[in-house]
């Protein structure tokens, strides 16, 4: 992976392929490898002539780990990815954000629209406005001598989850506990490009697909039809559905 200073924080990032660019933001307490590559997103997308680009998002995979939760927050790192496409020399790109990322993404979509050319909502629903639930459990989990003294189960899954990435439990803490500005409905209201939101039908943490799709003027939703936060990441309906809305925008 190549790396690049994004105000003052070193951030990794992969950028392969040719075409239209598009940008990937993995969710939390993974990264490039486990949310594009390990589920064949970027083979997919370069199949499709386009020109493939993903960053750790800081804190995460090879990119600065940082411990105060003032670096942190979905605002302050959808300017890590703005600052990645200045650094790259791109104008505008399709940007689609996971879970964490498609919060990220709303974020960067919001205070640069010119620099989004369509935006994809995936793994997070209706949720992206009412909230996902508390950090402190979460943090908790991260911060606990082992995963198996975590009594609360959906903490105790994203515990095992970060050791599976191999992350830096100390600085996934921080990134949790961090700023969580509200996304207002009114805010979406005003997206004037095209949207796709893309939820997994079993999806309890991101909320219905739907639901917030029906917020921004002419977004699409997409079912994951059978799959739950995890599954749904590297599913082939999610993969075609991508690549028809990325052919049909202007």
């Known amino acids: 992976m190549k790396t690049f200073d994004s105000d003052g924080v070193n951030i990794a990032y992969l950028d392969e392929g040719e075409g239209s660019p598009v940008l990937l933001i993995h969710g939390f307490a993974s990264n490039v490898t486990f949310n594009w590559l390990n589920t064949n997103w ?6 499709g002539g386009l020109r493939v680009i993903a960053m750790d998002n800081r804190g995460h995979g090879a990119s600065e780990k940082l411990y105060d939760i003032a670096d942190y927050g979905a605002a302050l790192m959808a300017e890590d990815a703005r600052r990645l496409l200045d650094h790259l020399g791109i104008a505008s790109a399709d940007i689609m954000g996971y879970s964490m990322g498609a919060r990220i993404a709303a974020f960067l979509t919001l205070a640069h629209p010119e620099r989004v050319r369509s935006v994809i909502f995936a793994g997070l629903g209706i949720n992206m406005v009412r909230g996902v639930g508390a950090p402190g459990p979460i943090a908790a989990a991260l911060e606990a ?8 189960d959906a903490a105790r899954s994203f515990r095992v989850f970060a050791e599976q990435t191999q992350s830096d439990l100390r600085a996934l803490a921080a990134c949790i506990r961090s700023s969580r500005d509200k996304i207002l409905p009114e805010a979406l209201a005003k997206i004037a490009l095209p949207v ?9 943490i991101a909320g ?11 977004a699409e939703a997409l079912d994951i039809t059978g799959r739950d936060h995890m ?15 990325l052919a049909r925008r202007p």
């Open 42 to 47: 970027f083979d997919t997308l370069k199949r």
């Open 196 to 204: 796709l939101v893309a939820v997994g039908t079993e999806d309890v």
């Open 208 to 218: 219905s697909g739907p639901e917030l799709a029906a917020i921004i003027p002419g």
């Open 145 to 152: 001598p082992s995963a198996g003294e975590v009594k609360n």
């Open 231 to 245: 599954r749904a990441v590297g599913d082939r309906i999610y993969k075609q559905g991508v690549l028809d809305f």
